[in-house]
């Protein structure tokens, strides 16, 4: 034995650690008891030379939160320190000489006395566990039974588990304490008088009076008059599907009943407590009546809810007119809860007013119905709190009246193609119509079917030329049930042409239902500059231009017709254009008494002029591009010689079309 003479604790706790390290290398070598590389010794395992240190806990279990203290230690063990979650690495260099500690975490820990004297230089060791019990709630469950009665299920964990007995106190005076061995199986208890309570559940340690666990609480419970459960509303989903919402008491489950053919109410074996609504399969085609009984948590049946009946609506369509009916409402009715009125509707929105006599079982609609409509109807019936309605029923309108005339058809013509407004008839209608329209070409051969349109007022004969002549029109209406309105009467559009060189002309065919028209307009558009004039014509159905007027060789025509009543139908645009005029004489006398001394042409919309003279030898004797200006007989300064020449004349009118004219002229002096 090597006897090391240290002074102080620490120098001696640090030999006995590196005393207590090689005799541990020396242990692995050897094939004794290995502690993990790495790993320092556990000194309360192996304490190696130390000698016994020692001290007394005041308890040696203790609660979380409750201070644990150390209350004696040996006089022959001094400079003492601790470490109250020795984790069994060594000795730590973080130790206190504080001799309480409180642990904040249920478990068992290790306290580590460091220390010296004992009677050697080797310094002291003491070690000592304590268990650390948790004080956190128990978790439990409180079910309310229709007798009064409350059953609470507890569930135990890691840290509930670990108390000796729980006490329960029911609220209302009552506690009762429960070993652990039975505190899971169910507790009751009955309370003797309506009223609200709270259920508290607290641990217990039989050893430890200084503990205060955590106590749990109930939500509160209510034992009042036991509430009727309540269906709020019965809705018929389809032919074969009832939909069910109602309320219950907190707590509370019912089963839903459904009466049978003889009349017997039969459980269907579905429960719930209100958050989900039932959904029935049954023939919801007829009615039927459900009542819902309460089933509490102890498996009793309770108190029935009133009975609550579907509701059936037929429909049936007659001529502007559609029937409803239904069977009265079956479900309970009493002074408390009446009956208060059905409502019915129409596509989604409500008609008539409400029917508060519970026998009422039919109504007649009768407004506006129209022929090929869908009408889709529901009944809702309140009795008391509780909604009833039915699934939606359809029928699809009927109507015998046959389309009225119409009131007026025009067509006119736009991009060159006839247009045709229709103002529909007044009686016979519906809100979908289809209007077919027959044509003819000008006055001759029978009517053929070139369109239709659906629900539009408008039709526009992409098929027709209207430059190429006047095309006539009648209309059909045909309503939702495929009744159809006498054809309209012809109308026709105004086709304008030119049926000379000096004039235009067109179709005196109205294209107004209402009667003829009553005055024309002529519409004059410049084909040169785009400028646009009117000219009223009255009731002609021809207009000349003035031919003299230079300015009209070229001009673009439209006729505006208006009715007697203001309306307006237009013609096909049409293009009048006049060759150029030129005037040539056959011969002249340049004999110098001032007539006809000079060979002068004269024109009309000539806007380019070139004339040549030329000899019996084909020699050019004379040029001008001067419209105005003529040959006065001469050839270079003197007289030609009597006899024939001839000529050339090259024109360009304003619209820019070329005219060249040869001819003789016999010069006479």
Not at 465 to 482: D, I, K, P
Not at 588 to 613: A, E, Y
Request: proline share 5%.
């Amino acid at each position: 034995m090597i006897r090391l003479w240290l002074t102080g604790v620490e120098a001696t706790v640090h030999t006995i650690y590196w005393f207590l390290a090689v005799l541990s290398g020396f242990m692995c070598l050897s094939g004794s008891s290995l502690a993990q590389v790495g790993q320092e010794p556990n000194v309360c395992v192996n304490p190696g030379g130390a000698a016994q240190g020692g001290f007394s806990l005041d308890k040696a279990s203790v609660c979380v939160g409750t201070p644990i203290q150390i209350v004696s230690v040996p006089a022959t063990v001094a400079n003492v320190a601790y470490t109250y979650e020795y984790d069994g690495n060594g000795i730590p260099a973080n130790r206190t000489a504080a001799t309480t500690y409180t642990y904040t975490k249920p478990g068992s820990y290790t306290i580590l006395q460091v220390g010296s004297g004992g009677g050697q230089a080797t310094g002291t060791i003491a070690c000592k566990t304590v268990t650390v019990l948790p004080t956190g709630p128990v978790s439990f469950s409180v079910r309310t039974c229709s007798d009064r009665r409350a059953v609470v299920d507890v569930t135990l964990d890691e840290n509930s588990n670990k108390y000796d007995s729980y006490i329960i106190d029911w609220g209302d005076g009552n506690r009762q304490e429960r070993p652990r061995s039975s505190i899971t199986t169910q507790q009751t208890h009955t309370y003797l008088n309506p009223g609200t309570y709270t259920v508290i559940i607290t641990g217990r340690y039989a050893a430890l009076t200084d503990c205060t666990p955590v106590p749990a609480r109930s939500a509160p419970i209510n034992f009042a008059t036991t509430a009727q459960p309540l269906i709020t509303r019965l809705t018929t989903v389809s032919d074969n599907s009832i939909s069910i919402q109602y309320q219950v008491s907190s707590g509370t489950t019912v089963e839903l009943y459904q009466k049978d053919a003889s009349g017997v109410y039969a459980p269907t074996g579905q429960n719930g407590n209100g958050s989900t609504p039932f959904t029935v399969q049954t023939n919801a085609k007829e009615v039927q009546c459900f009542q819902l009984v309460a089933q509490d948590a102890c498996n009793s049946a309770g108190v029935r809810s009133d009975e609550v009946c579907s509701l059936v609506l037929n429909a049936q369509a007659a001529s502007k007119q559609n029937n409803l009916s239904w069977q009265p409402y079956a479900g309970t009715v009493t002074t408390i809860r009446p009956f208060r009125s059905y409502r019915l509707t129409r596509n989604g929105a409500p008609i008539g007013g409400l029917l508060t006599s519970r026998s009422a079982s039919s109504y007649v609609d009768n407004n506006r119905i129209e022929c090929g409509v869908a009408y889709c109807y529901t009944i809702e019936a309140s009795a008391g709190p509780t909604t009833i309605t039915s699934a939606p029923v359809c029928v699809t309108g009927i109507n015998g009246d046959v389309p009225g005339e119409f009131r007026n058809v025009t067509v006119s013509v736009e991009n060159n193609q006839p247009r045709l407004v229709v103002s529909l008839p007044v009686s016979g209608t519906s809100a979908s119509y289809t209007l077919v329209v027959n044509r003819t070409d000008g006055q001759s051969g029978g009517m053929q079917t070139v369109g239709s349109v659906v629900n539009r007022n408008t039709f526009v004969d992409e098929s027709a030329n209207a430059s190429a002549g006047s095309y006539c029109y009648e209309v059909t209406y045909r309503n939702n049930c495929g009744l159809t309105s006498p054809p309209s009467k012809p109308v026709c559009t105004v086709h304008l042409a030119s049926n000379s060189s000096a004039s235009i002309d067109w179709t005196a065919n109205s294209p107004f239902l209402t009667g003829p028209v009553a005055n024309y307009t002529v519409e004059v558009i410049d084909s040169l500059n785009g400028t646009k004039r009117e000219i009223p014509v009255s009731g002609n159905t021809r207009y000349e231009p003035d031919q003299n007027d230079p300015n009209l060789q070229s001009q673009r025509y439209r006729i505006i017709a208006v009715s007697s009543g203001g309306l307006v139908s237009y013609s096909n645009f049409f293009t009048l254009r006049r060759e150029a005029r030129i005037l040539v004489p056959d011969a002249f006398t340049p004999n110098g008494d001032g007539t006809n001394d000079t060979f002068v042409v004269k024109g009309l919309f000539v806007d380019q002029f070139r004339m040549t003279i030329y000899d019996r030898w084909g020699s050019v004797i004379y040029s001008t591009t001067d419209k105005n200006q003529g040959w006065d007989g001469t050839v270079n300064g003197q007289q030609a010689a009597a006899g024939q020449y001839m000529y050339q004349i090259e024109v360009q009118d304003l619209t820019g079309q070329k005219t060249v004219r040869p001819g003789a002229l016999l010069l006479i002096r």
